[in-house]
């Protein structure tokens, strides 16, 4: 009976899990924004970087720009680093890359990372056609940010592959759009730390103030005996 009992419980307790899974899911793809996680991934996936921009928000595209602007000027890096990461934006030197757009940059960007993996025509097809997408859940964060996760599947040419996604979004009025480096760490100067102030004391009064202690220690007692007092004599009354 006990055994029947604790089966009981822990089916209850996994159909329970099942259902708030389906609930998680079930929310997911009712959420406004949840079309335009689809259509931002599918757009990516066919190369129309140009359309896929439409999706972000227009600060994201260009804090991605000047994230990259910012590296190229980076002091510590080479020369030829540098050259090698305007040349794989398409174009010569740093002022051209300034002069971009940041939607320009962003389209330019993602078709350098294609050609620096070397995916072919022929390959990204085969993604695009083999391209399933299962939305898993969303989180909302404050209101203003969902964060989808997504689960994708493609075939290459030899290869089945898996991959989870996590597309964040922010809302813009009634719009959301893509929200890119979500995942990054952020970092906030703390500023300078200001000590507690300390509670007031209140001050001694003066008759309460400890005794200055004297400057040279008392003497040590003598070996020498004591002397005894000396004798007292009586002075007589007057009659």
Known sequence: MRIQTVMLVAMGLLCSQVGRAQTSRELAD???????????????????YD?????????????LKADYVKKVKNPRTAMDEAGAMCRAVGVENETAMEAMTPVSFYTAYNQGMQRRYNVTDEVNQRIADSLELNILSVAEEGGMLAHFLVRTQHQTMSNQVSHLEVISLQR????????????????SPLGAVVPA???PVAPTP????????PAVPPAKPSDAPARKPAAVTPVPRAQ
């Open 30 to 48: 009712k959420h406004p924004a949840a079309q335009v996680v689809v259509k931002f991934l599918r757009l990516s996936v066919n190369r129309d």
């Open 51 to 63: 359309q896929a921009a439409e999706l972000i928000a227009p600060a994201s595209l260009a804090t």
């Open 172 to 187: 813009q009025g009634s719009q959301w759009l893509v929200s890119l480096g979500e995942k990054e760490p952020k970092y």
């Open 197 to 199: 102030a300390e509670p």
């Open 206 to 213: 003066p008759a309460l103030k400890p005794s200055v202690p």
